[in-house]
Antibody, heavy 120, light 112 residues
Framework: EAELLESGGGIVEPGGPLRISCEATGFTFSSHGMIWVRQAPGKGLEWVAAVTGSGSRTYYADSVKGRFAISRDNSKNTLFLQMSSLRVEDTATYYC?????????????WGQGTTVTVSS | DIVMTQSPLSLPVTPGEPASLSCRSS???????????LDWYIQRPGQSPQLLIY???HRASGVPDRFSGSGSGTDFTLTISRVEAEDVGVYYCMQALQTPPAFGPGTKVEIK
């Protein structure tokens, strides 16, 4: 069974860095594009970033471009999100998800989420 | 950027009755390949989102056939033929045609 498990969330001060991870099991990781989606407390879903299966191409929401970097290590079946210059408004639960196919559609496997709190 | 809207934002439903949720995009989601790049997700209380429908009308693996997606271009509908208690939650549509993908604000479905 395909599963995703996020880790690395926590409390960080504004302006600080944090890296969160997502370990994949039960499927051929390198065959799927991967996505990060976040959800601020009590709010809706926001698409954050995506990476192709090979890791050669990345895509970002305007709200995080230049501050966040998505990457993957296919040898370790792990997806990363390196966050820097964190802002209070980045406080959210961050979910990783697997894409069925290209063009970002069909996120068919989701993790349970990891919580990032940006606060002084 | 493509902007997504949903209506209604809140939908009280009666178990056993049908329900219809609407989603609209600010630009056509119809690709030249003939597919509409529109997904539907449900987020049940306290849970991660779950894919229901992708490419406008394709039901995801394991999703009950009481869920169906329809529409093309800028107007889409998620229909639940007979609502069950487990269908409560927030339903999001998402456009996947252009970067950045965008979710709608969600429709909260609750039992009357």
């Amino acid at each position: 069974e395909a599963e995703l498990l996020e880790s690395g969330g926590g409390i960080v001060e504004p302006g600080g860095p944090l890296r969160i991870s997502c370990e994949a099991t039960g499927f051929t990781f390198s065959s799927h594009g991967m996505i990060w989606v976040r959800q601020a407390p009590g709010k809706g879903l926001e698409w954050v970033a995506a990476v192709t299966g090979s890791g050669s191409r990345t895509y970002y929401a305007d709200s995080v471009k230049g501050r966040f970097a998505i990457s993957r290590d296919n040898s370790k079946n792990t997806l990363f999100l390196q966050m820097s210059s964190l802002r209070v408004e980045d406080t959210a639960t961050y979910y990783c998800a697997r894409q069925i196919g290209g063009n970002f559609y069909g996120m068919d496997v989701w993790g349970q989420g990891t919580t990032v709190t940006v606060s002084s | 950027d493509i902007v997504m809207t949903q209506s209604p934002l809140s939908l009280p439903v009666t178990p056993g009755e049908p329900a219809s949720l609407s989603c609209r995009s600010s630009q056509s989601l119809l690709h030249s390949n003939g597919y509409n790049y529109l997904d539907w997700y449900i987020q049940r209380p306290g849970q991660s989102p779950q894919l229901l429908i992708y490419l406008g009308s394709h039901r995801a693996s394991g999703v009950p056939d009481r869920f169906s997606g329809s529409g093309s271009g800028t107007d889409f509908t998620l229909t639940i033929s007979r609502v069950e208690a487990e269908d409560v939650g927030v339903y999001y549509c998402m456009q996947a045609l252009q970067t950045p993908p965008a979710f709608g604000p969600g429709t909260k479905v609750e039992i009357k």
